[in-house]
């Protein structure tokens, strides 16, 4: 009998645990940024600890990702492959976004105020704008390859491409919520399929 590797087998808990996480620090972000006085938000304690977490909330987009997409990869195809190897690239470069911003952000902040009135590079541009493509455009396929592998309701798949869209601007609270409703409504019903599968032998034993 084969075993199936922990990671694809706690698929659920995993994407639900990580969708909420991120869904609850962007609220965090929301409340504790001031986009007026970006540089004076940036030092404060509250909006540091909110952007450290978000980082992690990523890290863990990141490992949910990878269990969703082993748990239905035998079914998802080329595209499937296609959309999960966009989707874990653009979520490891958002990632690193989110990483500055947390660690490098409020440094800069207080040692080199200036830098964030300076004139944006073209590499510094091209770099985040590659990001946020990347995440927006993996997270849109993968909505879709779950859409035509139908390894999910229907109505999760069109909620990881609204979020894969809307994620796009995942770096500005709040639109990392979408993605995370979606990743954990996926979380959620594998958990209830997978529980429906493990009692569906004692429902049939009784019903003999």
């Known amino acids: 009998m084969a075993v199936t590797p922990t990671l694809p087998r706690n698929a659920g808990p995993i994407a639900l645990a990580a969708g909420a996480a991120l869904v609850v620090v962007d609220i965090g972000r929301y409340i504790t940024m001031d986009l007026d006085h970006r540089v004076e938000a940036s030092m404060r304690l509250g909006f540091q600890i909110t952007n450290i977490a978000y980082f992690f909330a990523f890290v863990g987009l990141a490992v949910a990702l990878v269990a969703l997409y082993w748990r239905q990869h035998e079914h998802a195809g080329r595209l499937g492959l296609t959309a999960f190897l966009f989707a874990l690239l653009g979520t490891m470069t958002q990632a690193g976004n989110m990483w500055f911003d947390g660690f490098a952000g409020p440094w800069l902040a207080e040692v080199a105020p200036q830098v964030f009135a300076g004139e944006k590079t073209v590499t510094l541009q091209l770099g985040g704008l590659l990001s946020y493509a990347l995440f927006a455009l993996g997270w849109i396929l993968f909505g879709i390859a779950v859409l ?4 999910a309701p229907v109505l999760i ?18 639109y990392g919520i979408p993605i995370g409703l979606a990743v954990a409504a996926m979380g959620g019903w ?5 529980r429906m599968d493990r009692t569906a032998p004692a429902r049939v034993a009784a019903g003999a």
């Open 190 to 194: 594998i958990l209830r399929s997978d």
């Open 148 to 151: 035509r592998a139908r390894s």
């Open 157 to 174: 798949g069109l909620a990881l491409v609204v979020g894969g869209v809307l994620g796009f601007n995942s770096g500005l609270a709040p």
